[in-house]
């Protein structure tokens, strides 16, 4: 069975920090890009960051560029996402997500789309 598991996230002060992990199995992990996308209620689903599947490429969305960073360890079948200096804007439910055959330009900024996604973790910035 294909499962991704987000974990890491939960309630923190505006300024704080966070690390995500996502944890693959069920499929071969070095062949897919993966992502983190973010939404919150009566918002649109949001392409944070992504990262192809041999580690040569990344994206970031403008509001998070500077403050995030995307990794990955194939050997681990995990990828990760540490935030630092969070706002209140970065709360949202974030969810990871991989996809065969794209780009991080395609996969984060285009369609905003995965073969495969988790079921996704709270993160919570009070001001």
């Known amino acids: 069975e294909v499962q991704l598991v987000e974990s890491g996230g939960g309630l923190v002060q505006a300024g704080g920090s966070l690390r995500l992990s996502c944890a693959a199995s069920?499929?071969?992990?070095?062949?897919?890009?993966i992502g983190w996308f973010r939404q919150a209620p009566g918002k649109e689903r949001e392409g944070v960051s992504c990262?192809?599947?041999?580690?040569?490429?990344?994206y970031y969305a403008d509001s998070v560029k500077g403050r995030f960073t995307i990794s990955r360890d194939n050997a681990k079948n995990t990828v990760y996402l540490q935030m630092n200096s969070l706002k209140p804007e970065d709360t949202a439910v974030y969810y990871c997500?991989?996809?065969?055959?794209?780009?991080?330009?395609?996969?984060?900024?285009?369609?905003?789309?995965?073969?495969?996604w988790g079921q996704g973790t709270q993160v919570t910035v009070s001001s």
């Open positions: 997500a991989a996809r065969r055959w794209t780009s991080v330009q395609a996969m984060c900024v285009g369609a905003r789309r995965g073969d495969y």
């Open positions: 990262i192809s599947r041999s580690d040569d490429n990344t």
């Open positions: 069920g499929f071969t992990f070095d062949d897919y890009a």
